[in-house]
C-alpha cells in the first residue's frame, strides 16, 4: 500500500495528509469488504449449483434474457449439443428472444417453419404486442400448461427433447413439443413370434407403445396416469387400465407400490418390476411381460393394469397368473381343436422339461426294478464303459445345455442358431463316443431342452433350469421319495403365492369353475360371457349369453 499511497499524493499534492491517511484508511476497508463479498459470493453460487442439481430448490424464470440464457449455459456446461439461438421477433431489434433445445431430440424442420418463420415474420394487424408472451402463445398455439416459471421445470423439458422459448421482458418459458428422437420402426418382436394374428410390436417410444395401445382400444374408460422416475434419468411411465373394468383395490395397490419407489435411475421396465413383484425370491416370475400390443389390449379387457416405460419395448401387466404363461395370443387366432392341442403340448412339456430328468436318474439309481424289461439290456449296454454316475452325467450335459443356449443368444442372429445345432450334435456325439455319457443320457437331456422351447414366454423359460436341477438333485439323492416331495413342496409353494393380492395358481388353487372353461381347453370366443373373477368383479360380463 505504500506504492498506492505516494501514487495517491502525487495525483492529489493538495490534500492534506490526514485526509490522505483517511483515504488510504477507507481503501483498505473497501478492499476488505470486496474480498469477503467476492468469496461469499462464490461460495453461495456453489450452494445454490448443488441446491439445483440435486432439484431441492425452485429457480424462477428471470424476465431477463441475458439471466436465463446466462443459467441455461452454466448448467449444461460442456455440453456440445445444446443449442441457443436468438432471434428477434417481428424483425425488430428492440423484442429479442432465445430458443433453447437439445439437437437430435427435435425435429429441425418444423423449427424453421412453424417457429423461426412466424416469430420473425410481420404481425398481423389487431393481434398482441410483439414483446407480449400472449403474443407467441397466440402465434405457435401453445398451451396453458405448456408455459413454466420454473427453471429447474424448464431444464427438465429442454433434456426431454422439447424445445424452450424465452423471451425478453417476460419471466415465463414456453415449451413447444417437437420431441423427435432416435426410434425404431414397428416390427414383429422376435421372442414372441407367431403364425396367426397382428404382427406389430412395441418399441422404446412411449408415445409409440401407448398409439398401439389406443388403436386397439378406442375407449373413453382406457386411463392413462403418467409418473416420473429416475433422480437421473427422469424416466416416464405410464400406468394403463380400463377404469369400468379394472379393480379399484389393484389400481390403489399398483399406484402405492409406485410411490414407494425410490431410485437413481430406470433403463427397462425390469427395473419398475423389480420394485413392485411381490415375492423377488420366487424361482416364477409374478408379473407378466409382453412385447405385443394385442396380448396387452386383451389383459387389459379382462381387468389387468398395464405399466409401459420408456426406452423398453417390454410392458408389464398386472396381476399375473401362472396359466398366463402356458396360454398364447395365437391360442384365440387359430380354431378351436388345434389351439387346444397346442395347449395341451405347452402343459406336458412344462412338467417334462422339470421332472424328466430327475426321474431317470432316480430310476436307474433306486428303482431299477421299475424300468420295462425290454429296455433293461439296451440301458446296461449304454451305460457300460461310463465313468459317472448318473446323476452327474446328466448334470454335465444339462450344464453344456445351458452354455450352449446362452451362446445361442448372444451370438448374431445369423450364426447364433447354426452354433447351437452344431455344437450340440458335436459335443454329443463326441461325449457318447469318448464313453462319458451314455446314449440314454443325451436322449433325455435333448428332450428336456426341446420341451422348454414350447414355452415362449422369456421369463419362465430362464426359470426353469432352477426347478429342473432341483429335481434332478432330489431324483438323484432320495429317489422317488425325493422327487414326490420336492414335487409337493414345488406345488404349495405355487399355490401359497400372490400377485397383488390375486392367488397365483387361479383359477384352478382357488378352484373356480366359471374360470376353468379357457384354461385346459381353449373356449369358444361367442361361449366366453364373463371376464375371470379372480381380476376383477366389477361390470365381469362380456356379453348377453342370450344374444347367440
Known amino acids: 500500500m505504500r506504492k498506492r499511497n505516494l501514487k495517491i499524493k502525487k495525483i492529489s499534492p ?19 469488504l470486496l474480498s469477503d463479498s467476492s468469496q461469499i459470493a462464490t461460495e453461495l453460487e456453489a450452494v445454490v449449483n448443488q ?31 445444446l443449442v441457443v439461438r436468438e432471434i428477434r421477433i417481428a424483425n425488430d431489434p428492440k423484442y429479442s428472444a432465445i430458443i433453447v433445445y437439445i439437437d437430435g431430440l427435435v425435429k429441425l424442420d418444423l423449427i424453421e417453419e412453424s417457429v423461426i418463420k412466424k416469430l420473425t415474420g410481420k404481425p398481423a394487424e389487431g393481434t398482441y404486442h410483439s414483446e407480449s408472451q400472449d403474443y407467441a402463445q397466440y402465434l405457435l398455439g401453445i398451451r396453458p400448461e405448456d408455459m413454466y416459471k420454473d427453471m429447474n421445470k424448464v431444464m427438465d423439458i429442454v433434456l426431454n427433447g422439447n424445445l424452450v422459448l424465452f423471451i425478453d421482458g417476460v419471466n415465463t418459458a414456453l415449451a413447444i413439443d417437437f420431441k423427435n428422437p432416435p426410434a425404431r420402426s414397428v416390427e414383429e418382436p422376435p421372442t414372441e413370434v407367431t403364425l396367426r394374428g397382428p404382427r406389430e410390436g412395441f418399441t422404446e417410444s412411449i408415445k409409440t407403445n401407448i398409439s398401439l395401445i389406443r388403436k386397439k382400444i378406442k375407449n373413453t374408460n382406457l386411463k392413462m396416469e403418467s409418473y416420473v422416475f429416475g433422480k437421473r434419468t427422469k424416466t416416464n411411465i405410464v400406468v394403463c387400465y380400463l377404469a369400468d373394468i379394472a379393480s379399484n383395490r389393484i389400481v390403489n395397490e399398483v399406484k402405492e407400490r409406485l410411490a414407494k419407489i ?20 420366487f424361482f416364477f416370475p409374478t408379473i407378466f411381460r409382453t412385447e405385443k400390443p394385442d396380448v396387452v389390449a386383451g389383459k387389459l379387457l379382462e381387468g389387468r393394469i398395464a405399466i409401459i ?11 399375473c397368473l401362472f396359466i398366463e404363461f402356458l396360454e398364447i395370443s395365437e391360442d384365440y387366432y387359430l380354431k378351436i381343436i388345434p389351439a387346444t392341442i397346442n395347449r395341451w403340448l405347452r402343459f406336458v412339456s412344462f412338467f417334462v422339461t422339470i421332472i424328466l430328468p430327475g426321474l431317470y436318474v432316480s430310476l436307474l439309481t433306486f428303482h431299477q426294478e421299475l424300468i420295462p424289461n425290454a429296455f433293461v439290456p439296451t440301458i446296461i449296454k449304454a451305460r457300460a464303459g461310463v465313468p459317472f454316475p448318473a446323476m452327474w452325467a446328466c448334470l454335465g450335459m444339462l450344464v453344456v445345455y445351458e452354455v450352449l443356449r446362452e451362446a445361442g443368444v448372444r451370438m448374431p442372429r445369423m450364426i447364433g442358431p447354426a452354433i447351437s445345432i452344431v455344437g450340440a450334435l458335436v459335443l454329443g456325439q463326441a461325449a457318447v463316443e469318448a464313453g462319458l455319457v451314455s446314449t440314454p443320457t443325451v436322449i433325455i437331456v435333448g428332450f428336456s431342452a426341446i420341451a422348454s422351447l414350447t414355452i415362449s414366454s422369456p421369463e419362465l423359460n430362464t426359470s426353469l433350469v432352477f426347478p429342473r436341477f432341483i429335481f434332478l438333485f432330489l431324483g438323484g ?45 381353449r373356449a369358444p370366443i361367442k361361449n366366453m360371457f364373463k371376464r375371470p373373477k379372480l381380476i376383477t368383479w366389477k361390470h365381469s360380463i362380456r356379453r348377453n349369453s342370450h344374444k347367440g
Open 477 to 521: 439323492t432320495l429317489g422317488l421319495v425325493g422327487l414326490t416331495s420336492g414335487m409337493l413342496i414345488f406345488i404349495m409353494s405355487m399355490i401359497s403365492q400372490r400377485s397383488f393380492g390375486v392367488p397365483y395358481m387361479g383359477p384352478l388353487a382357488p378352484l373356480i369353475i366359471n374360470d376353468l372353461r379357457d384354461v385346459a381347453v
Open 262 to 281: 425410490d431410485i437413481d435411475s430406470v433403463l427397462d421396465s425390469n427395473y419398475i418390476g423389480e420394485y413392485i413383484e411381490d415375492s423377488p425370491l
Open 309 to 319: 416405460v420408456d426406452g423398453s419395448p417390454a410392458v408389464l401387466t398386472v396381476p
Open 51 to 81: 441446491l439445483r442439481q440435486s432439484g431441492d430448490t425452485t429457480l424462477p424464470v428471470s424476465h431477463r434474457l441475458k439471466d436465463n440464457e446466462k443459467y441455461i449455459k452454466t448448467i449444461l456446461d460442456k455440453c456440445s449439443d
Open 14 to 32: 493538495g490534500i492534506s495528509v490526514i485526509s490522505r491517511s483517511k483515504i488510504v484508511s477507507d481503501l483498505k476497508s473497501l478492499q476488505r
